[in-house]
């Protein structure tokens, strides 16, 4: 099987071959779905912090849900503290930063070859064949892919086909052990 060397413009209908015609519906159509930013509340305030309310009878019904706050809950710093572990924070000060294409090429070589295939059936072979020839300038392919990757971490929102996974079980090595989750993406 062939990977397609065309697009479809979803608003002409039409099929084209043209690699600036295909890289710029590639655009269009994945940052279409990157654009609604959720972006995180502000630190926990204890001066708009709400006393518990008690455990709600099931038997009544309340009236009104109370209004929360507009802030992360007060365990927040504690849970997600990037420090917690021992690891330096100078390990996640470039953590969201735009990269390019050099990075993404790197980052898709040291995947090694011969992993399963993904949600969408693409492994990580098809994708290294895309972008092999890019050693002074990048293919099409990796300029899509750097531009898709940095508006995702630029907007905080990535396509939806990229949370997607295949989720089996497989068994622990112990005999008698629970079967863990792995999911292929």
Known sequence: MR??????????DKKTFDPAEVKRIYIEEGAALLRNKINLPPPF????????????????????????????????????????????????????????????????GSNGSRKSAGYDGVNCDLVELHSEDSLKCPTPFLEILTYLINTALRIGKSLRSWRKAIISMIPKRKVMAPLRPRSVK
């Open 3 to 12: 990977c397609p060397n065309f697009a479809i413009d979803s608003k002409t």
């Open 45 to 108: 305030d204890e001066k708009q912090a709400q006393p518990s309310t008690p455990t709600p009878n099931p038997r009544q019904r309340a009236d009104s849900t109370p209004v929360k706050p507009n802030q992360r809950p007060r365990w927040w710093n504690q849970m997600y503290n990037r420090g917690a572990k021992g690891i330096s924070l100078d390990t996640w000060s470039g953590l969201m930063d735009p990269t390019d294409w050099k990075e993404v090429r790197r980052i898709i």
